[in-house]
């Protein structure tokens, strides 16, 4: 029932840059999980941490055991969107949870000529002016269902105009090549 903290970038830190980028990574991937694990414990400032000893020191375990509204509390508050676009690409959506697979994910758009959902992906199309979009995620394991909003600000394209002046320069210059 108490909180502690991992401590990467301390002075005391064995890790190297390289892998506490790894230590990191490997860490979010996990989140959630109880897991033994091996390095420094100090106190600072009334406050446990927990510096790692190696890059592996977290030997993850397992997810909780955790009814289905738990599963869906534990997914809904672990969902992640980019939430400002700027260039029309496509992002794969979650259709199930990320730690429990038992919870479905649906998602729905407010504005599919914006941002459109077919096929477990989400495509942006750039608009003429900077819209907010807002995606919904649906939750649901076994008879428990819930929802997530998350806003997404879709940034028009921005084109440079030119002067007659360097209109004219630049059709020059490609005349004489």
Not at 17 to 25: H, L, R, S
Not at 149 to 158: F, N
């Amino acid at each position: 029932g108490k909180t502690s903290y991992v401590r990467i970038s301390s002075s005391v830190c064995p890790l190297s840059k390289a892998d506490q980028t790894t230590f990191i990574n490997n860490f979010k991937t996990h989140i959630g999980y109880t897991a033994n694990a091996t390095g420094v414990i100090c106190v600072y400032d009334n406050n446990f941490y927990l510096t790692p000893a190696s890059v592996d020191a977290f030997e993850y375990l397992s997810l909780p055991v955790l009814d289905d509204a738990g599963m869906v509390a534990f997914e809904k508050e672990h969902i992640k969107l980019e939430t400002k676009i700027e260039e029309a690409k496509s992002y794969d959506l979650a259709a199930k949870g990320s730690g429990y697979e038992a919870v479905a994910i649906t998602w729905e758009t407010s504005n599919d000529k914006v941002a459109k959902i077919e096929n477990g992906k989400v495509t942006y199309i750039l608009p003429d002016e900077t819209t907010e979009v807002t995606l919904t995620a649906t939750l649901t394991a076994g008879e428990v269902t819930d929802t997530v909003a998350i806003k997404v600000t879709v940034v028009a394209p921005t084109f440079n105009t030119l002067t007659s002046a360097e209109f004219a320069t630049i059709f020059e210059l490609a005349d004489r090549s």
